[in-house]
């Protein structure tokens, strides 16, 4: 079974199903709502233990309420989390997400408050066949993909504004949401940010655009690989999806070309189920529609 290290953000999602998106300070009611576990880095791990690897998951919490939900929820997911570090006093994050009938989403987070800022516990992981962070908090990525080096093994970022540019530089792998890369050089369009990014980063790079795809770069060309269409009923943690199944795709020997093909598959069919992460198919499922897909 091959194993990916998960650093980063782990929240709940207060999600609520609406005809639009609130526009003026007035009373909307829901459609349906659910309380659903969250965060980028949590969304990507129980993504890797649904398609079948291992998820070890180092996230910050408090020792609060929210806490106790967010690791209750990740462990019935099958996610290992060992590594989550629980400070006294602190308050862990959350967010109310409000989507639409498109399925479009809008979010407000609070990010948590007296969370740890040590990163020595990252290097008390086993190792395993990739490391994925996010840039939700610098120093955590920053020092987990310094023991993906060290390992020898595939180093993602899943990179989303704003971002410090140290955790990038060491990644063997930068995977940029489209307003990521775009804040990140700041062009206005994919193809040229795709090339600043490459010029500027020692690693290997792409932006994923939604409904558009992926893009990278291959001999100096730009290559897209779109999604197969689905119903789209819910994008909520799409894009944490999209990188938790890279990352595992990686860690078990793909090359990137074959690693973006199952993880624009995987998010995909996440966006047919509303609820976030709770879309997340199986390894079973993912497999019949490449397959169906030749």
Not at 18 to 37: C, F, N, W
Request: proline share 4%; hydrophobic share 45%.
């Amino acid at each position: 079974m091959a194993g990916v290290l998960v650093i980063g953000v782990a929240v709940v999602d207060f999600v609520f199903a609406v005809d639009t998106l609130p526009s003026q300070p007035s009373k909307y009611r829901a459609q349906t709502a659910e309380i659903v576990g969250g965060g980028c880095a949590a969304n990507a791990a129980v993504a890797i233990a649904r398609l079948g690897g291992q998820a070890v998951l180092g996230a910050r919490l408090g020792d609060d309420a929210i806490g106790d939900m967010i690791v209750e929820d990740l462990g019935r997911e099958g996610v290992d989390c060992a590594l989550v570090q629980r400070t006294p006093g602190a308050r862990s994050s959350f967010s109310s997400v409000y989507v639409d009938n498109a399925g479009e989403r809008q979010i407000m987070n609070f990010r948590g408050q007296g969370l740890t800022s040590e990163t020595g516990w990252i290097t008390q992981a086993p190792r395993m066949g990739a490391v994925l962070a996010d840039t939700r908090w610098s120093d955590g990525a920053k020092r987990a993909l310094e023991l993906a080096a060290e390992w020898g093994v595939p180093g993602v970022v899943d990179a989303e504004a704003p971002m410090n540019p140290a955790a990038l530089v060491g990644a063997s792998h930068v995977a940029f949401s489209r307003d990521g890369l775009l804040d990140f050089t700041g062009e206005t369009r994919i193809e040229a940010g795709l090339i600043a990014a490459d010029t500027y980063l020692p690693g290997w790079v792409c932006v994923t655009d939604g409904a558009a795809g992926t893009f990278h770069l291959k001999d100096g060309r730009i290559v897209q690989t779109p999604p197969p269409a689905v119903s789209v009923r819910d994008t909520l943690a799409a894009g944490d999806v999209w990188h938790g199944a890279f990352a595992l795709a990686l860690a078990e020997g793909r090359d990137e070309e074959t690693a973006i093909r199952f993880a624009n598959i995987t998010a995909a069919l996440k966006c047919t189920t509303l609820g976030g992460r709770a879309g997340c198919p199986s390894r079973a499922t993912v497999d019949n529609l490449i397959k169906e897909d030749g």
